[in-house]
């Protein structure tokens, strides 16, 4: 049974607030893959929980007047909830103020301490309260954090530091001879270009600024950076005992086969959480997965910006699974997603309630109706039943390859193409027009019954993701003795109605009026002529790769797709987008632009940027999708 364990992990989500949908996303998704292991056999064990120690949550304990531990206790019971609410099959809910937990990280700090790899020194640097991290002038991103944007503060004080650079050759070489350790590769690219290959610094391990965390043992003024407590719970949660006297579970699961985290956190699990493991001379996870954000509407949920949605108002608006099925299907493999009500309505309405919710009522209805609840094979086919029989034997291999490569979004699709084939296969057959002969009755019985077998053979593959729906489906359908009070899986929704009820639940806010204009005035240039104007070409581009320039602080190079022909483009832009975020775009740009040289890179042509007062730079994009190449005038 050694070779069918998996054991995966999501991020444990950290104590300072409750949990938006994006949040709840990664909860979901794991389960998902957790069920979906589970029924091909695997003895699957799936942890998730919280994180709870750090100056952010000291912070905020203070602002709602209450300690840290009863502060926390709230948030962690608020999350359980929500994973509870989205029926999550987790078998372990862990805090990292659990006193098993605590202890061993206690006790991995001073092993990593006496075998040399931490050493007490001192840390003058730019601070980030929000993500626990200090960071270097050089790493900041126009004076702010580099992972989240936010403001960072001058910080110097006494700290234990890991040494990082030990590990780095060896972990830079396990990323090369293991590609499916961080995926999607993008996100291995990023850490190799931006981290590990310029060279990892020595990274902070202790604070003393603050207190609520987990105390260091040998020197408990200082107490445990948040990341090398966080990041234990995987191996503290399965039974880790740093004297070697680990459980057995721990000898099974460990390594993990999977880590599921969000792509903002991919650096502290693909460099910090593989070098401390390799220091405790452990075996590295196998794989590691940064998801995508879900974002809403306007962009990445933030308080701040009020638009944050909750798991459990879109629950109480359109229950469990409807939830279930807009995040797993409707979130891309690696670029972020988004969320409104309104995309929800419209894809309860379209694939819930019409292509599945219609099929199910209708086939039972015409079971009942012709043969009073109960058909049996009875042989009588036809050239049409190939076909479906074909999907309906296709679709488990299909969604076994997707969920391979952690293609939940294209697993299901799989599964709701096979629904809409039995809907197809409806009007090919018509059984109202078969039942209306007595000759047909054999035949009629038989398309019914294919048909249930079919939606039966397709809910079985549903239960990884919409858990609820696929037994509702399957003990009304039963085997085609069908139940003789049918629920309705998934009502149509109107739009209006629930948009009311959305504004009764977030009433709008008024906005002060501004008291000037967002408007930039700059130095007018010398006229120019039509002429001048028309010996100027502009084009659509689509970028289809994009690199650093080797020893550049400021340029990107860009394969820009412009028609058939493809433009390589340097662009001065590496301090407001990654090579990641370019990939895809469409832009502007100016074709006809004599080819230079810049940093020893031939640059032929231009990508037209709007910029701020700041100096912040945007792409300019087409306001609706326009094909590559097309011409601006």
Known sequence: MDNKKFYMTTAIAYTSGKPHIGNTYEFVLADAIARYKRSQGYDVFFQTGTDEHGQKIEMKAAEAGMSPKEFVDGVAAQVKDIA??????????????????????????????????????HYEGMYCTPCESFFTESQLVDGKCPDCGREVQPAKEEAYFFKMSK???????????????????????????????????????????????????????????????????????????????????????????????????????????????????????????????????????????????????????????????FLLHEMPFENDGVITWELMVERINSDLANTLGNLVNRTISMTKKYFGGTVTDKGVTADVDADLKAVVSGTPAAVDAKMENLRVADAITEIFNLFKRCNKYIDETMPWALAKDEAQKDRLETVLYNLIDSIEKGAKLLASFLPETAEKILRQTNGGNVTDKPEILFAR???????????????PVAEEPEVDENVIDIEPKEEITFDDWMKMQFQVGEIIACEEVPKSKKLLCSQVKIGSQVKQIVSGIKAHYTPEEMVGKKVMVLVNLKPAKLAGVLSEGMLLCAEDAEGNLALMTPEKDMPAGAEIA
Not at 97 to 117: A, S
């Open 84 to 121: 509870d609410m989205m029926n999550t099959s987790y078998d372990k809910f862990i805090r990292t103020t659990d006193d098993y937990h605590e202890k061993q990280v206690q006790k991995i700090f001073k092993k990593l301490y006496e075998q040399g790899d931490i050493y007490k020194g």
């Open 167 to 325: 590990y780095a050759d060896r972990l830079i070489e396990h990323i090369n001879t293991h590609p499916e350790f961080i995926q999607p590769v993008s996100r291995k690219n990023e850490m190799m270009n931006n981290f590990l290959l310029p060279g990892l610094q020595d990274l902070c391990v202790s604070r003393t600024s603050f207190t609520w965390g987990i105390p260091v043992e040998f020197d408990p003024k200082h107490v445990t950076y948040v990341w090398l407590d966080a990041l234990t719970n995987y191996i503290t949660g399965i039974g880790y005992d740093c004297d070697g006297e680990s459980t057995e579970q721990f000898k099974k699961d460990w390594p993990a086969d999977l880590h599921l985290i969000g792509k903002d956190i991919i650096r502290f699990h693909t460099i910090y959480w593989p070098i401390f493991l390799m220091a405790l001379d452990l075996p590295l996870p196998k794989q590691i997965f940064g998801h995508p954000w879900l974002l809403q509407g306007d962009g990445k949920m933030s308080k701040s910006k009020g638009n944050v949605i909750y798991a459990d108002e879109l629950v109480d608006m359109f229950g469990v699974d409807a939830v279930r099925y």
């Open 493 to 507: 929704l109107d739009m209006e109605e629930v948009l009311k009820k959305v504004e009764e639940l977030h009433p």
